[in-house]
Nanobody
């Protein structure tokens, strides 16, 4: 019914930049919040950044000032601009969107498949 497809991950040197994208498709009536999470090996999945339908944002303390989340509501897409990347930012990054399907009455969280970000020299 709904697919979230992420792109933009890869290998980058410390101090470098990457931009992740996540596009939602399917029988979507509306999208509320959209967010990026990450999970490093042996660690719990953590919230990186979130953005509401009106554009309000919040960030994990560890990425404030370095990462920027944005969205294109017309394209049901969320972005994560990552600057000044550190080795500790390496993880699988997942997007999540709170979606109301056409004909549905409740919001459901959908997840992407994840994209690997590696930060290494």
């Amino acid at each position: 019914q709904v697919q979230l497809v992420e792109s933009g991950g890869g290998l980058v040197q410390p101090g470098g930049s990457l931009t992740l994208s996540c596009a939602a498709s399917g029988s979507i009536f509306s999208i509320n919040s959209m967010a990026w999470y990450r999970q490093a090996p042996g660690k719990q999945r953590e919230l990186v950044a979130a953005i509401g339908s009106g554009g309000s944002t919040n960030y994990a303390d560890s990425v404030k000032g370095r990462f920027t989340i944005s969205r294109d509501n017309a394209k049901n897409t969320v972005f994560l601009q990552m600057n000044s990347l550190k080795p500790e930012d390496a993880a699988v990054y997942y997007c999540c969107a709170q979606i109301l399907l056409v004909g549905a009455v409740r919001w459901i969280d959908y997840w992407g498949q994840g994209t690997q970000v590696t930060v290494s020299s």
